[in-house]
């Protein structure tokens, strides 16, 4: 019972992360906010591959997964971005910020019944837990990227997440995709705390990377062990 809760309590502990954003953002520490974004990626990309390799995907998890992408890479990014950028325009800001978990919620519901795009191992559209993620890692770098950009990039990917044009899945690379999150983290943090060296981030980052590191040694021995099974049915076969 508790192997088949477990990809639902990572997707789960996205949310969190997703609520703990906000928080963050509401206290006006806008770097944790972004990094709590990033850890929920991470934790987004986990949910999924853990419930393939225990065997318990279900749609109910599927459903809790869209439920928890809206808050963490639609609603939090869209707090992120009013707070840092748009809060300086009041009512018209909070409208703008808003466009975004809209624009999540239609991409959401349109991948929720694409079942052609899955198969062809492309999305129809930018992914919400893409776009809230390059959210998150330009307001890391906030201080050396102007505002208009800022803002540009946002409207530019709402309008990304409900377009029609193709987004390769990355299905197929053989990389897990946290590494691709872990390493983009780690260099981001890497050199925003070269040029802002008084920025003191969450000790849950620690947390989340010695999980992600875990996660990979996971990943290797389970990858090792299956190509060992498929070279010891070879042998058998011939």
């Known amino acids: 019972?508790?192997?088949?809760?477990?990809?639902?309590?990572?997707t789960l502990?996205?949310?969190?992360?997703?609520?703990?954003?906000?928080?963050?953002?509401s206290m006006g520490d806008y770097q944790n906010a972004a990094i709590f974004i990033l850890i929920g990626m991470m934790l987004d990309s986990m949910d999924g591959w853990t419930a393939r390799k225990l065997g318990v995907e279900s749609t109910?998890?599927?459903?809790?997964?869209?439920?928890?992408?809206?808050?963490?890479?639609?609603?939090?990014?869209?707090?992120?971005?009013?707070?840092?950028?748009f809060s300086d325009l009041g009512i018209i800001g909070l409208l703008i910020a808003g466009s975004f978990p809209v624009f999540g919620a239609i991409r959401?519901?349109?991948?929720?019944?694409?079942?052609?795009?899955?198969?062809?191992?492309?999305?129809t559209g930018v992914p919400i837990t893409a776009a809230g993620g390059i959210i998150a890692l330009l307001t890391l770098f906030n201080f050396a990227i102007p505002q208009a950009v800022l803002s540009a990039a946002y409207m530019l990917l709402c309008i990304l997440m409900v377009s029609k044009i193709p987004v390769p899945s990355l299905k197929e690379v053989p990389v897990p995709k946290y590494t691709i999150i872990i390493t983009a983290l780690l260099i981001s943090l890497i050199v925003v705390t070269?040029?802002?060296?008084?920025?003191?981030?969450?000790?849950?980052?620690?947390?989340?990377?010695?999980l992600y590191i875990a996660f990979l040694i996971i990943f290797a021995l389970l990858k090792k062990k299956r190509l060992r099974k498929a070279e010891g049915n070879g042998k058998i076969r011939s």
């Open 108 to 123: 959401l519901a349109r991948f929720n019944i694409d079942t052609e795009s899955s198969a062809k191992n492309y999305f």
């Open 1 to 10: 019972m508790i192997v088949r809760q477990l990809p639902n309590g990572i």
């Open 60 to 85: 109910f998890g599927k459903e809790l997964d869209s439920l928890a992408d809206i808050v963490t890479f639609g609603t939090a990014p869209a707090m992120l971005i009013f707070g840092s950028t």
């Open 194 to 210: 070269r040029y802002n060296a008084l920025i003191e981030y969450s000790h849950f980052i620690i947390v989340a990377i010695i």
């Open 13 to 25: 502990a996205n949310l969190l992360f997703g609520f703990l954003s906000i928080g963050a953002t």
